[in-house]
């Protein structure tokens, strides 16, 4: 079964940036979407952003124009870059791989396999 490993995450100002990695094991097996959700404390998962195998990538309306999702498939990495980050940007990060769903952002909160997470704070 695929793992995924996050890293990447840290604290920074408002206005800064950030690029999470995930490290995908097995990525030739059978996963068409990719994707990025997080969850703040005391809070719900909420979808950021997804990729398929076409490369087709889908943004939630508020972190459009500022992150970024891409796959490297040469070295088994899903990156997700993010720039300008906001105060309420800050959450714990998961990456997670599925099949059989559309594969929009929305979706990737209920995906089967996802990573341990990491930790984005970011302060005013």
């Known amino acids: 079964q695929v793992q995924l490993v996050e890293s990447g995450g840290g604290s920074v100002q408002s206005g800064g940036s950030l690029r999470l990695s995930c490290s995908v094991s097995?990525?030739?097996?059978?996963?068409?979407?990719l994707g990025w959700f997080r969850q703040a404390t005391g809070k719900g998962r909420e979808g950021i952003a997804s990729i398929d195998t076409s490369n087709t990538s889908t943004y939630r309306d508020s972190v459009k124009g500022r992150f970024t999702i891409s796959l490297d498939r040469a070295k088994s990495t899903l990156y997700l870059q993010m720039n300008n980050l906001e105060p309420e940007d800050t959450a714990m990060y998961y990456c997670a791989a599925d099949s059989g769903y559309r594969c929009t952002w929305m979706s990737t909160t209920l995906f089967s396999v996802r990573g341990q997470g990491t930790q984005v704070t970011v302060s005013s």
């Open positions: 097995d990525l030739a097996s059978r996963h068409d979407c």
